[in-house]
């Protein structure tokens, strides 16, 4: 699987992106797969449903399914899961799209919006091939991107995907 990371702070639009770019990418032919990186208090489990009261029983998986889907929950015992780990998880594709893991050593594409008000990222990580932004911005020998033409982000994607320039990290 090949993997790209979308990386910025928060505010900036990266899930905005990623919702606009995965169905043309789909479109396109290439399967996609997502990693979203979430903030240290999230929980999609909520007192009360049974997927957390088995959880709070003891279960270390809980694995809750639909006719439409299912979700795999896992109790993390030690150190969070590195991002090598998470993408074993994942069936093969031909693109894992991960928001967040901004520090980890892949492949990436900035979103920066000098607007949120926090310095870009790019200067100092040399695995960011690409910025997206909303404005002009000098990006020394990256790639600078419209980040509200969606169409011209998948497309730049799709040629990193044909000239393998990503791998699986």
Known sequence: MKVLGVVGWSGSGKTTLLEA???????????????????????????????????????????????????????????????????????????????????????????????VGKPPIWPSDPDILAVASDETLETGNRRLLPLNRPREVAEWIMGLLNGGEITHP
């Open 21 to 115: 770019v995965i169905p043309v990418l789909s479109a396109a032919g290439h399967s996609v797969s997502t990693v979203k990186h979430a903030h240290h208090g999230f929980d999609m489990d909520r007192p009360g449903k049974d997927t957390y009261r088995h959880r709070e029983a003891g279960a270390r998986e809980v694995l809750v399914a639909t006719a439409a889907r299912w979700a795999l929950l896992h109790e993390v015992v030690g150190p969070e899961p590195e991002l090598p780990a998470l993408l074993s998880r994942l069936q093969p594709v031909d693109l894992v799209l991960v928001e967040g893991f901004k520090s980890h050593p892949f492949p990436k594409l900035e979103v920066h919006r000098p607007t």
